[in-house]
């Protein structure tokens, strides 16, 4: 069984008496960020993303237990500086139109 490290955080910050174990490495998911081409507002979406990944916003991330994508932002997760991050395999980037397509007819969605 496994679980997200900040709800295991979040549980031992409760009293939970619960704790995480890592393997050598840690395979992670690969999450884009972006804003939406039809955004009402797209500047302040850029502004909010960019805030995001901002030294400033990965500090308030680390704040909330959840682990920041930037290096050398300081956490409360012992042990979190000594792990082997791994990004999962981004070869399905290349197949993403046939994929998307697939997944609209599978489920009956129209293309556009």
Do not use: C
Not at 64 to 84: E, H, S
């Amino acid at each position: 069984m496994y679980t997200y490290l900040h709800s295991v955080e979040e549980a031992k910050s409760k009293g939970a008496p619960v704790e995480w174990v890592a393997q050598d490495q840690v395979f992670t998911k690969f999450q884009p960020v972006s804003v939406a081409a039809k955004a009402p507002h797209p500047n302040a979406a850029k502004l909010y993303v960019d805030f995001g990944l901002s030294l400033e916003g990965q500090k308030l991330i680390a704040s909330m237990g959840r682990v920041p994508v930037r290096t050398g932002v300081p956490t409360n997760i012992a042990g979190l500086d000594k792990l082997n991050f791994v990004i999962d395999d981004l070869s399905w980037v290349e197949d993403y139109n046939k994929n998307y397509e697939m997944f609209r007819s599978t489920f009956g969605v129209d293309a556009k």
